[in-house]
């Protein structure tokens, strides 16, 4: 069955960067256009990043040019590096294809804090 594992998540200070990891299994990983999705508590899950099975890239206005989405279709793994981390990005993120699969991981938290 579809499975989503992601990982890297943390506590940060605001400025700091995190990687997170995302591995998937029982799908044709490299067939589908993926994303990463983060749900802050008391809001709805959004789209945050996108890469599609070709290599395009989409993101949210709120993390241009702060967060950058990578895939290895090797490893069925997707990645979102995230830089100049605000407390507005504390939340936990999962990832899932931009059509999201009715399956989700237990995401990874990332809290971004003094």
């Known amino acids: 069955q579809v499975q989503f594992v992601e990982s890297g998540g943390g506590l940060v200070q605001p400025g700091g960067s995190l990687r997170l990891s995302c591995a998937a299994s029982?799908?044709?990983?490299?067939?589908?256009?993926m994303g990463w999705y983060r749900q802050a508590p008391g809001k709805e899950r959004e789209l945050v990043a996108a890469?599609?099975?070709?290599?395009?890239?989409n993101y949210r206005d709120s993390v241009k040019g702060r967060f950058t989405i990578s895939r290895d279709n090797t490893k069925k793994t997707v990645y979102l590096q995230m830089n100049v981390l605000k407390p507005e990005d504390t939340a936990v993120y999962y990832c899932?294809?931009?059509?999201?699969?009715?399956?989700w991981g237990q995401g990874t938290q990332v809290t971004v804090s003094s």
């Open positions: 899932n294809s931009v059509t999201p699969f009715r399956s």
């Open positions: 029982g799908i044709i990983f490299s067939s589908y256009n």
């Open positions: 890469i599609t099975s070709v290599d395009m890239t």
